[in-house]
């Protein structure tokens, strides 16, 4: 079956420092998106990617999605402690069912 | 305020107790859907309902069962919980097509001793 996975698996970077988490589908993705976890939260959703070699910004965070529709990755610049948490990318697995990938923990040390 | 409200937030258990997790949203959303979340795993879905009266297995349905009786409802009944169904569970929904991504709720962490 469709397979979306996730690397690293977890990131412990230095305050200030740039992270970059990556997504890979098994299969061609007709759109892919990004979601936050908080610790002790639920996961909440930063953007949808939909065009090939679509790449989007908010503030100091990057997303791309790759040309072939495959895979995806988020980038931070500058990470700030409030980065924190674990990042999921999630593609579509038939209509209205999303795949998550097993998410990349962030600890940022100030 | 836009949301889905999940409860119990916390729930301990006996092996075999039936239990019911509710889960409701305010958005008139036709697409609901229940996930769990273990370590390494990331979520894996139980079951979705694309509108009323209308539910379908996801990847891990195995030891629940849903209805979906209303617009805004959608429970998650565990007729005869195990340990190994000890988990944190979200529900979540969204416009057809998650055009908007999924809203979740808070989560309910249970666990089955």
């Known amino acids: 079956g469709q397979q979306v996975m996730q690397i690293p698996q977890y990131q412990h970077v230095q305050e200030g420092e740039d992270f970059t988490t990556y997504c890979n589908s098994s299969?061609?993705?007709?759109?892919i998106q990004w979601y936050k976890q908080r610790p002790g939260g639920h996961p909440v959703f930063l953007i949808q990617?939909?065009?090939?070699?679509e790449v989007k910004k908010q503030k100091r965070l990057t997303f791309q999605f790759g040309e072939a529709k495959k895979n995806s990755s988020l980038h931070i610049t500058a990470t700030q402690t409030t980065d924190v948490g674990t990042y999921f990318c999630?593609?579509?697995?038939?209509?209205?069912?999303?795949?998550f990938g097993a998410g990349t923990r962030l600890a940022v040390h100030p | 305020e836009a949301q889905v409200t999940q409860n119990p937030r916390y729930l301990i258990t006996v092996t075999g107790k039936k239990l019911t997790v509710t889960c409701s949203q305010n958005?008139?959303?036709?697409?609901m859907s229940w996930y769990r979340q273990d370590p390494g795993l990331g979520l894996r879905q139980i079951y979705y309902?694309?509108?009323?009266?209308?539910?379908d297995k996801g990847d891990v349905p195995e030891g629940y069962k849903v209805s979906r009786k209303e617009k805004r409802n959608f429970p998650l009944i565990l007729e005869s919980p195990s340990p190994n169904q000890t988990s944190l569970y979200f529900c979540?929904?969204?416009?057809?097509?998650?055009?908007?991504?999924?809203?979740f709720g808070s989560g309910t962490r249970l666990t089955v001793v």
């Open positions: 979540a929904s969204s416009r057809p097509g998650q055009l908007d991504g999924y809203t």
């Open positions: 299969t061609t993705l007709s759109n």
């Open positions: 990617l939909v065009k090939s070699g």
């Open positions: 999630a593609g579509p697995g038939g209509y209205n069912k999303l795949i």
């Open positions: 958005m008139n959303h036709e697409y």
């Open positions: 309902s694309m509108n009323v009266e209308v539910t």
